[in-house]
């Protein structure tokens, strides 16, 4: 996610001093490789990715569901897009338009700050907040075309001072709300997640913001906003400005999600795939820029309190469908997605179907990703 992995150290906000004391060399490091976006009139090669990357959206496809919440059959619709899409969008959601506004526009102020001001809150080498690119870079040749600012939700009264306490207390809500309609789907009960409490509420429950801002581009078609990834995250909810640009997989081709005034877009994330038992699949996406607008992103990552273990729900397995995921803390599947970015999912997936009467237990295998396609 840039991600998202932007959380591989819930609690590293205490560094934040470290970072905005960041030794002049480390800067000058940062701004070689990091270009003022805003600044360039023509696509530096190292910013240009070969067509097979940046393959073309399909045209004529279906658009992504839009679901009501206020909709008496929001649930089934829920569960129609987690089965197909992996990604809906949600209207009626009860976040006063006005926080998404001002959210935005708070966004456009930062981002529109002089380069050398920004560079004051670079995030770290190691660290998680701060500004920079996309955290997801270094598993790419090329370069992005963004910028993208991170914060972290922190008992760390630095972090409470930074961080926007209505729109976390809302999105909060809001995400809460919705997976209990993604779990509702499948037939989870209220008291069937121990790390939620009676009413379903998860009073632990993590959360990064990150602010993406995509400057307009002068060779759009050779640039790439935000690589292909998943969220790192249970769901991630995104407000994206009224400029396309956030594209999800389906088949083998990327279908646009259109911005929708006041819509809120919902990504299935990897927790949610092992948390399903894989009925449900994380979404692949990506951000595409353009060249007239500069397009905005905030997505609100939603994830469970750090020390519980995320594992396939009992009531989704049995016999015949046995757990497929080892149980993982959200920071351990931070460091294995870290490590191993797309292919994260496998390495912490203990049984690979490769065969319509049987499964193969890689449990023992040190490298099971081998074992599944
Ligand atoms: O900018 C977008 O639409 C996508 C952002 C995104 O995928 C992310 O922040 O994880
Ligand atoms: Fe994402």
């Known amino acids: 996610m840039h991600d998202n992995e932007i959380m591989a150290k819930n609690d590293s906000f205490s560094n934040e001093k470290t970072q905005l004391d960041m030794s002049l060399q480390q800067l000058d490091a940062f701004r070689e490789k990091h270009l003022d976006l805003n600044s360039i009139k023509e696509l530096p090669e190292s910013y240009a990715w070969s067509s097979e990357d940046n393959c073309p959206s399909s045209s004529n496809s279906e658009p992504v569901p839009v679901i009501n919440l206020k909709d008496s059959n929001a649930m089934k619709h829920v569960g129609y897009a987690c089965k197909t899409w992996g990604v809906f969008q949600v209207t009626n959601h009860d976040i006063p338009i006005t926080l998404l506004n001002n959210m935005e526009a708070s966004g456009r102020k930062l981002f529109s700050l002089p380069f050398q001001q920004k560079l004051k809150a670079a995030r770290s080498l190691d660290g998680v907040s701060g500004y920079g690119v996309a955290r997801i870079s270094s598993?790419?040749?090329?370069?992005?075309?963004?910028?993208?600012?991170?914060?972290?939700?922190?008992?760390?009264?630095?972090?409470?001072?930074?961080?926007?306490?209505?729109?976390?207390?809302?999105?909060?809500?809001?995400?809460?709300?919705?997976?209990?309609?993604?779990?509702?789907?499948?037939?989870?009960?209220?008291?069937?997640?121990?790390?939620?409490?009676?009413?379903?509420?998860?009073?632990?429950?993590?959360?990064?913001?990150?602010?993406?801002?995509?400057?307009?581009?002068?060779?759009?078609?050779r640039a790439m906003g935000l690589a292909a990834h998943t969220d790192s995250t249970l769901l991630t909810i995104l407000h994206q400005s009224?400029?396309?640009?956030?594209?999800?997989?389906?088949?083998?081709?990327?279908?646009?999600?259109?911005?929708?005034?006041?819509?809120?877009?919902?990504?299935?994330?990897?927790?949610?795939?092992?948390?399903?038992?894989?009925?449900?699949?994380?979404?692949?996406?990506?951000?595409?820029?353009?060249?007239?607008?500069?397009?905005?992103?905030?997505?609100?990552?939603?994830?469970?309190?750090?020390?519980?273990?995320?594992?396939?729900?009992?009531?989704?397995?049995?016999?015949?469908?046995?757990?497929?995921?080892?149980?993982?803390?959200?920071?351990?599947?931070?460091?294995?997605?870290?490590?191993?970015?797309?292919?994260?999912?496998?390495?912490?997936?203990?049984?690979?179907?490769?065969?319509?009467?049987?499964?193969?237990?890689?449990?023992?295998?040190?490298?099971?990703?081998?074992?599944?396609?």
């Not at 930074?162 to 997976?179: A, D, F, G, I």
């Not at 929708?260 to 951000?287: E, K, P, W």
Request: hydrophobic residues 40%; contains cysteine; aromatic residues 8%.
């Open 242 to 373: 009224n400029t396309s640009g956030l594209q999800v997989q389906r088949g083998v081709g990327w279908v646009t999600v259109k911005p929708i005034a006041g819509a809120l877009v919902v990504n299935i994330g990897d927790l949610i795939q092992i948390l399903s038992n894989g009925l449900y699949s994380s979404v692949l996406h990506r951000a595409m820029v353009n060249r007239t607008q500069h397009r905005l992103s905030v997505a609100y990552l939603y994830g469970p309190p750090s020390n519980v273990r995320i594992a396939p729900l009992s009531k989704l397995t049995d016999n015949v469908h046995p757990p497929l995921y080892r149980p993982v803390t959200w920071s351990e599947y931070l460091g294995t997605k870290a490590k191993h970015f797309n292919k994260a999912l496998l390495f912490v997936r203990l049984c690979a179907p490769i065969t319509m009467s049987g499964f193969v237990d890689a449990s023992t295998d040190n490298h099971n990703s081998v074992l599944v396609g």
């Open 139 to 221: 598993f790419f040749p090329k370069l992005m075309w963004s910028e993208g600012f991170t914060l972290i939700d922190s008992p760390h009264q630095h972090a409470q001072k930074l961080w926007p306490q209505e729109y976390n207390k809302e999105m909060n809500k809001l995400s809460n709300r919705v997976m209990w309609l993604i779990l509702g789907s499948l037939g989870i009960k209220k008291g069937d997640i121990k790390w939620a409490n009676q009413e379903g509420e998860i009073k632990e429950a993590c959360a990064a913001l990150q602010l993406n801002s995509y400057p307009s581009c002068p060779d759009p078609d």
